[in-house]
T-cell receptor
């Protein structure tokens, strides 16, 4: 079974600064995907970024980038130039890549507050 | 392109009653998954349907059930409601093989 661990329950960052959210996972699978989802107060889960395990290059989406360390089973999210709209809960998630399932395993989440 | 639609958005039910939640996936998506979100347990996988068949099931009692129709719309049913079933129920749809799930806004169920 897969597990996803987010050990920091809360973080705070000043607007325009950079923050890094940590995530570790455990799996015996070699083919998988990793995701960061954002859940603002509206409760809508929004995909922020995804990483395929077979890709060595770290994924980047505008101000969001990941540091994927496959051997260490670490998958952190860096948010640059933080904005007030980034205030939300962030979830790290794992998906087996066998194409025969869509079951996501989530971490407990981290509450990020961006201060003006 | 319309997103994932969940109805109703809010529900209040009494212990012992049953409830049915609905999810309409993005057009063309054949996989629909359901998750329960609570402050204590976080996000937990309930089940996944693909082409009208249950493909995966989480560790929930038999009171939780679901189905999927030929148009990929899915329903989940909870019978004999308990106070602990109060949660946000999220539905996600996926295009097979992409590894990317799109979520609805959820149904907030309160059991009193």
């Amino acid at each position: 079974a897969q597990t996803v661990t987010q050990s920091q329950p809360e973080m705070s960052v000043q607007e325009a600064e950079t923050v890094t959210l940590s995530c570790t996972y455990d799996t015996s699978e070699s083919n998988y995907y990793l995701f960061w989802y954002k859940q603002p107060p509206s409760r809508q889960m929004i995909l922020v970024i995804r990483q395929e395990a077979y890709k060595q290059q770290n994924a980047t989406e505008n101000r969001f980038s990941v540091n994927f360390q496959k051997a260490a089973k670490s998958f952190s999210l860096k948010i640059s130039d933080s904005q007030l709209g980034d205030t939300a809960m962030y979830f790290c998630a794992f998906l087996r890549g066998n194409g025969a399932n869509s079951k996501l395993t989530f971490g407990k989440g981290i509450t990020l507050s961006v201060r003006p | 392109k319309a997103g994932v639609t969940q109805t109703p958005r809010y529900l209040i039910k009494t212990r012992g009653q049953q409830v049915t939640l609905s999810c309409s996936p993005i057009s063309g998506h054949r996989s629909v998954s359901w998750y329960q979100q609570t402050p204590g347990q976080g996000l937990q996988f309930l089940f996944e349907y693909f082409s009208e068949t249950q493909r995966n099931k989480g560790n929930f009692p038999g009171r939780f059930s679901g189905r999927q129709f030929s148009n990929s719309r899915s329903e989940m049913n909870v019978s004999t409601l308990e106070l602990g079933d109060s949660a946000l129920y999220l539905c996600a749809s996926s295009l097979a093989g992409t590894g990317e799930a799109f979520f609805g806004q959820g149904t907030r169920l309160t059991v009193v």
